[in-house]
């Protein structure tokens, strides 16, 4: 299973941003304040359509958008490329875009560009911050409680035993690795038997997480007894290398809780990891913003950090519970 769900819709997103923009259709809708009878432009500016995370963004963003007939959206793909990000900007900017969201994919190379934009449009910046305050809105995921979960889930697998555990990291520097990290290790803190006895950086990437932990398990006489990814991709991606090798009892946790095949919460629920946590896209809430910000109705607060959902298999059992019960 190498996440074959997304490839058709990381294809048909892609395909649109090779001819410039993908332009949503009219949907009725109301929105929840007043807008003028005019129609707006919105620029959407992704990191990259790689990670299922931000595939899901995109989907949960333009399904929301598209409940509210005065807006219409241009999307862009930066493909991991910074650079290639501040060209998709200008190119927004080029066609008259009234408001801009962004997702950076290096939020400090990318400050003097939003700060340009946001001297003109409102900007909001969706997942990974921005220094200082040149932008209108920040929507992101509590990293650091996710860490912090995380922590508190590897220390209750472990039972209070003396235990290692080594943590899959995504893009090097990036603000999001680094709260997960703060609030993993500040959980392990508190029980000093257990040991974080290594860190591999694997790009938010699955094939690369598979790769590393492969190369980490031929190096060692045995492994950690749980690996903590910071997002399921990644998780999945070791949890094949240690099949490959035959490697038994290491136990896995992930971050993402996505829905659908292939996602995390499946993942869980057939016991390829204990444990995920749902992080919110912000692709939503990015939508009502958008619509009271345009209705002159500014956030009084910059920051809108939204707080993540534990996932483990017993949910999942509860939830089919239900459903065999009433029959739905």
């Known amino acids: 299973m190498r996440w074959w769900w997304l490839v058709p819709v990381a294809l048909v997103l892609a395909f649109a941003v090779a001819f410039g923009a993908m332009m949503l259709g009219d949907a009725d809708g109301t929105p929840s304040q007043e807008l003028s009878g005019q129609k707006y432009l919105i620029g959407m500016s992704q990191a990259n359509l790689v990670e299922p995370w931000r595939v899901t963004m995109n989907l949960e963003f333009a399904a929301a958008a598209e409940q509210h007939d005065k807006l219409r959206v241009i999307y862009t793909d930066a493909a ?3 650079q290639q990000q501040i060209a998709d900007v200008e190119m927004l900017m080029g066609y008259g875009i009234d408001l801009l969201v962004i997702s950076p994919n ?4 990318l400050r003097p560009i939003i700060a340009k934009v946001h001297q003109s449009i409102p900007v909001i910046v969706l997942d990974r911050a921005v220094r200082g305050e040149d932008y209108t809105l920040f929507i992101g995921p509590n990293n650091d409680m996710i860490g912090y979960m995380a922590g508190c889930r590897v220390v209750e697998m472990l039972g209070g035993r003396p235990g290692r555990v080594l943590e899959l990291l995504g893009t090097q520097g990036s ?3 680094a709260q997960r990290s703060a609030g993993f290790a500040r959980a392990l803190r508190e029980h000093p038997e257990i040991l974080l006895e290594k860190q591999l950086v694997a ?3 699955q094939d690369e997480a598979e790769d590393r932990f492969k190369e980490y398990l031929v190096s060692v006489q045995a492994p950690a007894e749980v690996v903590f990814a910071q997002n399921d991709a990644m998780a999945y991606g070791a949890w094949i290398a240690a099949s490959a090798l035959r490697v038994e009892g290491v136990r896995f946790v992930g971050v993402d809780g ?3 095949a292939g996602g995390g919460v499946e993942l869980v629920e057939q ?5 995920t946590y749902y992080c919110p896209t912000g692709g939503d809430q990015a939508v009502e913003y958008i619509l009271r910000i345009l209705a002159g109705d500014m956030p009084k607060d910059r920051h809108l950090i939204l707080d993540p959902e534990e996932i483990l298999p017993e949910a999942g059992e509860k939830k089919r519970e239900w459903e065999d019960r009433t029959g739905t």
């Open 106 to 109: 290096d939020s400090e190379a």
């Open 203 to 205: 790009n938010w990437q």
């Open 175 to 177: 603000p999001p690795v």
């Open 80 to 82: 991991q490329n910074t």
């Open 258 to 260: 996505l829905r659908g």
């Open 271 to 275: 016991g390829i990891m204990e444990a």
